[in-house]
């Protein structure tokens, strides 16, 4: 039998939630740190293959297919906490063996490769294990009435977090040195565990006890099949699970605009600091400022969103959703045609603004798609919400894995192609400006504007009453299982 807590229509309030936005806060200024200043370390001062940063990043997204996993074994345990600490703990420690790589690659490559290999792996089993279940955690704090504004405040406080990191240190980096890196590294990723912990501590302890939820009257379910995977082995309950969920059209449709939007939206991460060192002469500090400012243009796109995008109900609603999607992936084509213009400027181009237009364009398409994610991932089969949202979670950690190798690879063979770093990093930002024209069309089509699927309540909750009637399908929605990952979309740590 499905079970669900006493007053998850208002949770625990927001000075809960603001705390739960702290560890998500925590988390983003440790990877920040791996996945772009350390990254452009390695290809500056280490003259390093920029596909090698690429692979260790795609390596930790890939470490995060066990999320599923790890969600499992908090639900087991019944308590979120000590996997959240845990989580960060071991990020934190992958964080400052990937710094320590740097230190060691003066004395030995291959052996630095092989260190940044295991820390990597240890960043992503820690993003995986600790924002999995701050995540369910944050679900049952804020309640069925708060969710969609605690993930946005949430997801925020994890932009603040990339800011403030990256100007901070923007400031003591240089002048540069491996073991002043390594230093600060640990500085951050100790101040970030402290947070976490005193922020989780005792929060858990404050939810209700829970209660069982038993099916609607008249529905086709009987007690025992509220949980449908009952009888069934971990892995067959799982299987039968995603099955249904794919066959979903929209569910399916949507995963494909996922993918594409955040192949677009990733691949520019791992090249950008590069960039600005070999086409504008950057140092290490001003680089990781210029990151600093496109965070700060990703926070102004989401807030002017959330502004200008709230109130209505139902088609009108989503409507608007859509539109701020359409114009965040128009609005980001233009800016990295921008970017990739400055390639041929000789240095001659207004890069800090062009990146900053791109992190407001960036910030707009995020927070659109995630609320659109929040308005459609209650329809379909139900009880399978958490499912749905890790398959929408799935298509993005593997274009993230995907994206940020394929963008650091085909920069150096553009580069090789070409002669010129410049030019094949320009090359690079035009393929992925066609990406956010191709899912600016997906987008319109899953609107209704190519006959697409339509954005009208009533036809998709039609289906999913249908779905409920079937045998073997319980009518019980948990709603501590709609959760949702905002994550820069880290995002969604």
Do not use: K
């Amino acid at each position: 039998m499905e079970t669900t807590r006493s007053g998850s229509d208002d949770g625990l309030g927001w000075v809960a939630i603001i705390r739960l936005g702290l560890v998500q806060a925590a988390l983003g200024a440790i990877v920040v740190l791996t996945t772009s200043t350390m990254n452009r370390i390695m290809v500056i001062e280490l003259a390093w293959a920029a596909a090698v940063p690429g692979a260790l990043v795609g390596l930790h997204y890939a470490v995060q297919v066990m999320r599923p996993l790890m969600g499992h074994g908090s639900d087991r345990a019944g308590r979120r906490t000590p996997w959240i600490i845990g989580g960060v703990g071991v990020l934190m420690l992958g964080a400052i063996g990937a710094a320590l790589a740097i230190l060691i690659a003066a004395v030995s490559v291959p052996l630095a490769l092989v260190v940044a290999a295991l820390a990597f792996a240890l960043i992503g089993i820690g993003v995986g294990a600790g924002g999995t279940a701050l995540l369910v955690l944050l679900a049952a704090v804020a309640g069925a009435r708060r969710r969609a504004p605690a993930a946005t405040l949430v997801w925020v406080m994890m932009i603040v977090g990339f800011v403030v990191t990256t100007a901070l240190v923007a400031t003591v980096l240089d002048p540069y040195s491996p073991l002043r890196l390594l230093a600060i590294t640990a500085g951050v990723g100790v101040l970030a565990w402290g947070v976490t912990c005193v922020a989780v501590t005792g929060l858990e302890r404050r939810l209700p006890a829970p209660v069982p939820v038993r099916p609607a009257p008249g529905s086709a379910a009987a007690p025992c099949e509220a949980a449908p995977d009952a009888g069934h082995g971990l892995l067959a309950g799982f299987v039968r699970a995603f099955a249904e969920v794919w066959a979903e059209p929209q569910t399916r449709r949507f995963a494909v605009f996922v993918f594409v939007s955040m192949l677009a939206y990733s691949a520019q991460d791992l090249i950008l600091e590069p960039f600005a060192g070999a086409a504008f002469g950057m140092t290490p500090g001003e680089s990781t400022a210029l990151s600093s400012v496109q965070h700060g243009g990703v926070l102004l796109g989401m807030v002017l969103v959330a502004l200008l995008a709230r109130g209505g109900r139902g088609a009108g609603a989503n409507g608007r959703l859509w539109r701020w999607t359409l114009a965040g992936c128009a609005a980001s084509a233009l800016a990295l045609f921008g970017i990739a213009l400055s390639s041929l400027s000789g240095g001659d181009w207004p890069i800090r603004a062009n990146v900053f237009v791109l992190g407001a364009a960036n910030g707009a398409y995020a927070v659109a798609a995630i609320a659109t994610m929040m308005n459609l991932v209650t329809r379909g089969h139900a009880g399978r919400q958490g499912l749905r949202m890790g398959t929408w979670g799935a298509a993005q950690a593997l274009a993230f894995g995907f994206g940020g190798f394929a963008g650091a690879a085909a920069s150096d063979l553009a580069r090789w192609v070409l002669g010129s770093p410049t030019l094949g990093y320009g090359l690079v930002f035009a393929v992925e400006a066609g990406l956010f024209v191709a899912s600016g069309v997906l987008a319109w089509r899953l609107a209704g504007g190519g006959g697409g699927l339509s954005s009208e309540p009533g036809t998709v909750r039609a289906e999913a009453s249908r779905h409920a009637e079937a045998p073997g399908h319980g009518s019980v929605v948990d709603p501590a299982t709609a959760s949702i990952r905002p994550d820069r979309l880290e995002p969604l740590t």
